[in-house]
């Protein structure tokens, strides 16, 4: 198993693993690279669903008129 983190998203976890959710129940595990929520807005916690993507702060964008 190993466990990649993305920056500002969720962390992948590649292999077999065995995951239990917060009720102590086991969560179904259905492929072999899942991704874990981090930030805690998605709605299929534990799993991340993109939602991440949407809180990230943009980049600013250069104004021209300061050239
Ligand atoms: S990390 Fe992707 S929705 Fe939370």
Do not use: F, N, W
Not at 2 to 26: F, H, I, K, M
Not at 34 to 54: E, V, Y
Request: aromatic share 0%.
């Amino acid at each position: 198993m190993s466990v990649t983190e993305c920056p500002g998203g969720p962390l992948l976890v590649r292999g077999a693993v065995r995951l239990v959710g917060e009720d102590g129940q086991p969560v179904p595990v259905r492929r072999r690279t899942i991704a874990l929520c981090r930030c805690g807005a998605s709605q299929l916690l534990p799993m991340c669903d993109g939602t991440h993507r949407a809180l990230r702060p943009r980049p600013e964008v250069e104004d021209k008129d300061d050239e």
